[in-house]
Every structure is written in structure tokens, then in C-alpha cells.
């Protein structure tokens, strides 16, 4: 999937004041060093917030229009989108493509504007992530 290879290197938020420095481009992948789950203060408590030795991180991405976005997670651990302070329901779940890499795809419908994408939950302490409009 174009833009899944070669991911700029980037360490995820633990708050939210850290959020403006990890801004995430649509289409463009990142490989994300996450924070200890201890370390983390996630604008929206997960739904599953992962144990004590989970990792976990959060992005921004804002949102250009309105439409459903795919985040894409290179391996297993818990995904929220939070808009306006509120949880967002996703729409859809998928495996990606074999032999892709690409372990996790979740469809949100967002608005345009700032969102926060709070990974949480990852028995690793780094991930490949990527958001694209959907096709």
C-alpha cells in the first residue's frame, strides 16, 4: 500500500500538550516509539487502556473534510479516535492485505478538524501507523 513503506520515525504524545508536535499527514506512514502505559495521560480514557507493561501513545490528525478515515496499525493494540472530547463509534474493522505488514484497519467517520488518535493496550513498545481517506 503506497505510503505504508519507508515511515518517518517519530516518538508518540503521553499528553496532550505534546499532541501539536506529533501530527499525522494522511497517506503518509509513521513509525511510532509508544510510552509506557504508566507514563500515558490520554485525552479520553481508552476503552481498553492496557496493563502496566503495555505501551501506548497518541496522534493528531487533522482532519482536512469530512468523510470516513482508515487507520491502519502494523500490529495488535487497542484504537480510539477522540473528536470534540468524544470517543468516535468506528465504522468498520479489517485485517490488511497479506503480506503487507499492515495488522489492523478501522474506518471512522470524521469531521473536519482535529482529531486524536490514542492507540493504547500494545504488548510492543513501537508500531507502524497510517490514516487515509477511504477509497
Same mark, same amino acid.
Given at each position: 500500500?503506497? &505510503?505504508? %513503506? &519507508?515511515?518517518?520515525? $517519530?516518538?508518540?504524545?503521553?499528553?496532550?500538550?505534546? /499532541?501539536? #508536535?506529533?501530527?499525522?499527514?494522511?497517506g503518509k506512514a509513521v513509525a511510532a516509539q509508544l510510552r509506557s502505559t504508566a507514563?500515558?495521560?490520554?485525552?479520553?480514557?481508552?476503552? !481498553?487502556? &492496557?496493563?502496566?507493561?503495555?505501551?501506548?501513545?497518541?496522534?493528531?490528525? @487533522?482532519?482536512?473534510?469530512? #468523510?470516513?478515515?482508515?487507520?491502519? /496499525?502494523?500490529?495488535?493494540?487497542? /484504537?480510539?479516535?477522540? !473528536? @470534540?472530547?468524544k470517543t468516535i463509534v468506528s465504522s468498520g474493522h479489517n485485517r490488511g492485505p497479506?503480506?503487507?505488514?499492515?495488522?489492523?484497519?478501522? @474506518?471512522?467517520? /470524521? $469531521?473536519?478538524?482535529?482529531?486524536?488518535?490514542? $492507540?493504547?493496550?500494545?504488548?510492543?513498545?513501537?508500531? %507502524?501507523?497510517?490514516?487515509?481517506?477511504?477509497?
Amino acid at each position: 500500500m503506497k &505510503g505504508w %513503506t &519507508g515511515p518517518t520515525s $517519530v516518538t508518540a504524545a503521553a499528553t496532550a500538550g505534546e /499532541l501539536d #508536535g506529533i501530527k499525522l499527514t494522511a497517506g503518509k506512514a509513521v513509525a511510532a516509539q509508544l510510552r509506557s502505559t504508566a507514563d500515558m495521560h490520554y485525552a479520553v480514557r481508552p476503552e !481498553q487502556p &492496557g496493563g502496566k507493561v503495555s505501551s501506548g501513545g497518541m496522534f493528531a490528525f @487533522d482532519v482536512p473534510a469530512a #468523510g470516513t478515515y482508515r487507520v491502519m /496499525l502494523g500490529s495488535r493494540a487497542w /484504537l480510539d479516535v477522540v !473528536q @470534540d472530547g468524544k470517543t468516535i463509534v468506528s465504522s468498520g474493522h479489517n485485517r490488511g492485505p497479506a503480506c503487507s505488514g499492515i495488522g489492523k484497519m478501522v @474506518d471512522f467517520p /470524521l $469531521v473536519a478538524g482535529r482529531a486524536v488518535i490514542e $492507540v493504547s493496550g500494545s504488548g510492543k513498545p513501537d508500531m %507502524t501507523l497510517m490514516v487515509i481517506p477511504t477509497p
